[in-house]
């Protein structure tokens, strides 16, 4: 109890000190525990970005491939499914809903999705949250486009506005667009997230229609009109993905082989969840390194702790000279120091995590507005709790260099100390 | 309890402690205190009196020897046992800088009871009792308790640290007090009055007292004196 008292009192007599090293431990301790939540929640928001799909089916590629241009839209598909195979999936018992995506136009560096209207009800992200609309529909009309939260706020659209396709994925070229098919906002999307912030969603049949006299990559130009267009009845002939829903997940794995197995056309079918393993995997490194960098400022924390001890120490020889002529055992000057540090440490850690969790409920909104980043806050998990440990028990440890300095001047100096 | 004629015996005593740069030797044949005398050792710094207030309280242990302590046997215990030893039978002050910046003068004068269940059953059995009997050795030596009792022992004056020091010394009625220069830091009026106030509570005690000092003036006041140099050889030698 001494030896706890004294220690108490000799960190508020160094208050300034104590308080810098305290703040600087649990400085690194936001940061550590920060980057851990943020990577947490990466990761999961990423995993979430589709939810409720059971498989994706494109034409044959790599899982990854797949996954990359159908759910995030990244690169491009490197051929079509067509309409026949689209309708022998649909025929099957398995499949309890379809939604085909077709891809390929872009609108100002945002990608274009054509799909059909139970994209909005099916497509899911986090936990199986539906897409909802900030303004406006659903397109119900061939020249109607929805668009995703970003496109509207980064090109300041809104519905009812008219905008332009521009053919393949690049910027609006002359003689390359489809200025002559205009679409009207029908409706924003609410931000999610999710790359469908950044998708411009129309029809199938729209995308068919856009393309009617481009051939070979010039276009030809005979019809005039949207009545045109809708007296044509179009339907599509090919698509670039499907989102496939199962009535059971028993028959995921039999359904896939079925897919993989169909000989009319090669395919492939993917489970979102194995493929986004696998992506995710290529990120680990990333996740190591910055685990590295952290953890370095924790060691430099607990460094500027250990030499705080260590120059007080000279100062305290006296102190220690005192304790002993009053009968203290070396071991109650150890004692005495490893107290300090990890008193210390330990408020440096608590007021850390407190301070973590202040700020997450502070700046959650904000982080969400600004990078769609979706943090849970959870109470700590295991992962937090063995960092806090690991950061405690490695500020007991460093505490021991100090303390073992101090043993051995309080045995060499004994009573006498040349101040 | 045993009947002890000497409390401090002391016999062919043998030390010496070297590293790279030094050797340093110390002899002492023999030296005697009797109990309830007050003794004076007249030396100056570095003539191995720091040792011998050392070996004395249990702190250095001397490579051969006799130390009998309150008829103890320091030569022979631990230590672990010498500190016990040492928080029970002995209290010290020093020439300076005797009390813990950061605990307050009451919190100072009553560390010794913390370190020793014997000195704190000597002052009774509650803590109202240990701090009673603080704040009387206080006012005894002339620093209000009341005035000063809750005050940082850093914000005192060096004369009143030293009182201080004194009380913490006597608190729990250790039967050894063991000072080195205690008044060198002090001027001649605080001197007179510190020690007077000094030896009427070893008086009331009944406590040995041994001080060590290099002012001749204060001879006359203690029973037995002695020169530093009649005890001890010391050499400190340089290596080359």
């Known amino acids: ?419 | 309890m045993k009947n002890i004629r000497s409390a401090i015996q002391l016999s062919d005593l043998c030390f010496s402690w070297g590293n790279s740069a030094n050797d340093f030797n110390f002899k002492l044949n023999n030296f005697v205190l009797p109990v309830n005398t007050s003794g004076i050792i007249l030396g100056s710094s570095g003539s191995g009196k720091s040792t011998l207030l050392g070996i004395i309280s249990g702190i250095i242990k001397p490579n051969v020897g006799v130390i009998k302590v309150l008829g103890e046997d320091l030569f022979k215990m631990t230590g672990s046992q010498r500190d016990r030893f040492r928080a029970d039978n002995i209290g010290i002050i020093f020439q300076q800088f005797n009390l813990i910046p950061y605990l307050s003068t009451l919190e100072n004068v009553l560390l010794p009871l913390r370190l020793s269940l014997k000195r704190r059953i000597s002052c009774g059995s509650s803590k109202e009792q240990y701090i009673y009997e603080a704040k009387k050795l206080l006012d005894a030596l002339g620093v209000s308790s009341k005035k000063f009792g809750n005050q940082l022992a850093s914000t005192l004056s060096v004369g009143q640290q030293q009182r201080v020091a004194a009380a913490r010394a006597f608190i729990g009625s250790p039967p050894l007090i063991i000072a080195d220069e205690p008044t060198s830091s002090l001027d001649e009026i605080s001197e007179t009055d510190f020690l007077k106030q000094l030896f009427k509570q070893t008086s009331t005690n009944k406590t040995t007292l041994l001080l060590v000092s290099h002012n001749k003036k204060i001879i006359p006041k203690f029973n037995k004196s002695f020169e530093i140099t009649d005890i001890i050889q010391s050499t400190l030698s340089q290596k080359t």
């Open chain 1, 1 to 419: 109890m001494l030896v706890f008292n004294l220690a108490y009192k000799s960190i508020m007599n160094r208050k300034l000190t104590s308080l810098l090293t305290i703040i600087s431990i649990s400085l690194s301790v936001i940061l550590i525990l920060s980057v851990e939540k943020i990577r947490k929640s990466t990761r999961t928001s990423f995993i979430n970005t589709i939810s409720g799909t059971d498989l994706v089916i494109g034409p044959r590629a790599s899982g990854i491939q797949l996954l990359l241009y159908s759910v995030f839209h990244m690169g491009d598909a490197t051929a079509n499914i067509t309409i026949k195979t689209v309708e022998d999936i649909k025929k099957r018992s398995e499949i309890d809903w379809v939604v085909p995506i077709s891809l390929g136009d872009s609108h100002k560096g945002f990608r274009v999705i054509g799909t059909t209207n139970n994209y909005f009800e099916r497509i899911r992200y986090r936990r199986n949250m539906t897409l909802k609309f900030d303004k406006g529909n659903s397109f119900s009309n061939l020249f109607e486009a929805v668009i995703g939260n970003d496109v509207a706020n980064s090109l300041g659209y809104n519905v009812g506005d008219k905008i332009i396709l521009a053919h393949g994925t690049g910027d609006v070229i002359f003689g390359k667009d489809h200025s002559d098919t205009p679409f009207i906002i029908s409706g924003i999307l609410e931000k999610t997230g999710t790359p469908s912030d950044r998708a411009v969603i129309v029809s199938l049949e729209a995308i068919e229609a856009i393309h009617i006299g481009w051939n070979s990559g010039t276009y030809d130009k005979k019809i005039k009109t949207v009545k045109d267009y809708k007296a044509m009845n179009l339907k599509p002939t090919n698509v670039t993905a499907l989102f496939v829903g199962l009535k059971s997940r028993m028959t995921t794995f039999s359904f896939q082989r079925w897919i993989n197995r169909y000989s009319q056309e090669p395919i492939t079918a993917i489970l979102p969840g194995v493929v986004f393993g696998e992506l995710w995997s290529l990120i680990v490194n990333i996740e190591k390194a910055l685990l590295i960098v952290t953890s370095m400022v924790v060691f430099t924390a607990l460094l500027g702790m250990i030499v705080s001890i260590l120059s007080s120490l000279n100062e305290r020889r006296r102190e220690m000279a005192i304790l002993r002529s009053l009968g203290a055992k070396p071991i109650h000057i150890f004692t005495l120091f490893i107290t300090e540090s990890s008193c210390i440490a330990f408020l440096g850690v608590f007021s850390g995590a407190t301070a973590m969790y202040a700020l997450l409920f502070t700046f959650k909104p904000i982080i969400e507005k600004f990078t769609g980043l979706y943090i849970e806050i959870t109470s700590p998990g295991n992962n937090e709790f063995i960092i806090m440990l690991i950061i405690i028990l490695a500020s007991i440890i460093s505490g021991i260099i100090p303390a073992l300095r101090a043993y051995s001047l309080s045995l060499s100096d004994g009573l006498i100390v040349k101040s």
